[in-house]
Antibody, heavy 120, light 109 residues
């Protein structure tokens, strides 16, 4: 059974750095073709892809955010981490992590999401 | 930057067929994917690689492509299908970049 769950602070101050953790089970990020991505959704708005890391430790980033975002993994703990620097009010959103598998090449399992609010 | 475009809303009566389109210049060269999102929930994958359905997704959901447009078709729409639908593709012409459409709100009248 594949599950993912996001964790991290619910509130961050402007200019701070956000670090989120995705803890998953039911698959391995050492399997060829397997990836985990981060997607966010501001209140009432569309989904926005942020970053993706694959089994080979290659990372890909949204062109609109690539100077602020990093992604890393700890395969021994089944965790993927997202860091977003210089947070602003426009970064207030629900942040999701999701598995991207070689079978579907899609985000086929999602975590429930974690709400992050940026406010002083 | 690469974008895919969806209509903001589609309305249909129960039992009718709903068609939600997604347009983008890279769509002839990249697979498309469709997700359903209900309020307060995470998205659910409906269609992958243009037309394949994950296990557990009803057969009334189907995907197709024609040129720069892909279409999600929901046959025999049910009240429970009222949701936001997102198209997703990728742009690998430069650095790999995942793109989501702006979403389409399906209203079942």
């Amino acid at each position: 059974q594949v599950t993912l769950r996001e964790s991290g602070p619910a509130l961050v101050k402007p200019t701070q750095t956000l670090t989120l953790t995705c803890t998953f089970s039911g698959f391995s990020l050492t399997t060829g073709g397997m990836c985990v991505g981060w997607i966010r959704q501001p209140p009432g708005k569309a989904l926005e892809w942020l970053a993706l890391i694959d089994w080979n430790d290659d990372a890909y980033f949204s062109t609109s955010l690539n100077t602020r975002v990093t992604i890393s993994k700890d395969t021994s703990k089944n965790q993927v981490f997202l860091t977003l620097t210089n947070m602003g009010p426009e970064d207030t959103a629900t942040y999701y992590c999701a598995r991207n598998s070689p079978e579907t090449d899609a985000f086929d399992f999602w975590g429930p999401g974690t709400v992050v609010t940026v406010s002083s | 930057s690469y974008e895919v475009t969806q209509p903001p809303s589609v309305s249909v009566s129960p039992g009718q067929t709903a068609r939600i389109t997604c347009s983008g210049d890279e769509l002839p060269n990249q697979y498309s994917y469709w997700y359903q999102q209900k309020p307060g929930q995470a998205p659910v994958l409906l269609i992958y690689k243009d037309s394949a359905r994950p296990s557990g997704i009803p057969e009334r959901f189907s995907g197709s492509r024609s040129g720069t447009t892909v279409t999600l078709t929901i046959s025999g729409v049910q009240a429970e299908d009222e949701a936001e639908y997102y198209c997703q593709s990728a742009d690998s012409s430069g650095t790999y970049n995942v793109v989501f459409g702006g979403g389409t709100q399906l209203t079942v009248l």
